[in-house]
T-cell receptor
Framework: DAGVIQSPRHEVTEMGQEVTLRCKPISGHDYLFWYRQTMMRGLELLIYFNNNVPIDDSGMPEDRFSAKMPNASFSTLKIQPSEPRDSAVYFC???????????FGPGTRLTVL | TQLLEQSPQFLSIQEGENLTVYCNSSSVFSSLQWYRQEPGEGPVLLVTVVTGGEVKKLKRLTFQFGDARKDSSLHITAAQTGDTGLYLCAGEESGYSTLTFGKGTMLLVSP
């Protein structure tokens, strides 16, 4: 079975550019989570969706960050404009309602120069 | 936001040694999970503990949830090089669908 799929795996961009990260959750999962991981702050929840609806975006650091889930099999996290401090590994995870197991994708390593 | 403190932050040992890592909070969690993350990969769930005082074993790994459900420990017996990775604990608050993660313990097991 395919797990959570994220693309790209690596992204290098210049400050001010728009960055779009993509995620395909496990088929049938109701919840989708976006996390950011850095050495300083660890793994932080940015936003999560239930049945494609954003439930809590209080972890989104600034208005430069936005996330969408147009259907059950696809979500995007967009940063516009990007800044060097956005450099981190971004993870997408999905889970099934009624369970407490989150399945993580391999992550996107973002470097903003 | 409930905080989870993990200790030690980094641990380097030889193969065959035993070790214990800790996860502590001042708050109560309805459940606590342990994940292992290998370089270049996402975290993978190892175990979930839900009852105060609960002990779960996964081969050479022993997980314990504190009686008050505020802390947890992970003990590894006879560590192997394949145990190398970042060990993360994550707590779930009652009624929420989200997890709060600690910063992790980076374990390096050398041959």
């Amino acid at each position: 079975d395919a797990g959570v799929i994220q693309s790209p795996r690596h992204e290098v961009t210049e400050m001010g550019q728009e960055v779009t990260l993509r995620c395909k959750p496990i088929s049938g999962h109701d919840y989708l989570f976006w996390y950011r991981q850095t050495m300083m702050r660890g793994l932080e929840l940015l936003i999560y969706f239930n049945n494609n609806v954003p439930i809590d975006d209080s972890g989104m650091p600034e208005d430069r960050f936005s996330a969408k889930m147009p259907n059950a099999s696809f979500s995007t996290l967009k940063i516009q404009p990007s800044e060097p401090r956005d450099s981190a590994v971004y993870f997408c995870a999905s889970s099934l309602a009624g369970t407490d197991t989150q399945y993580f994708g391999p992550g996107t390593r973002l470097t903003v120069l | 936001t409930q905080l989870l403190e993990q200790s030690p932050q980094f641990l380097s040992i030889q193969e065959g040694e035993n070790l214990t890592v800790y996860c502590n909070s001042s708050s109560v969690f309805s459940s606590l999970q342990w994940y292992r993350q290998e370089p270049g990969e996402g975290p993978v769930l190892l175990v979930t503990v839900v009852t105060g005082g609960e002990v779960k074993k996964l081969k050479r790994l022993t997980f314990q949830f504190g009686d008050a459900r505020k802390d947890s420990s992970l003990h590894i017996t006879a560590a192997q090089t394949g145990d190398t990775g970042l060990y993360l604990c994550a707590g779930e608050e009652s009624g929420y669908s989200t997890l709060t993660f600690g910063k992790g313990t980076m374990l390096l097991v050398s041959p």
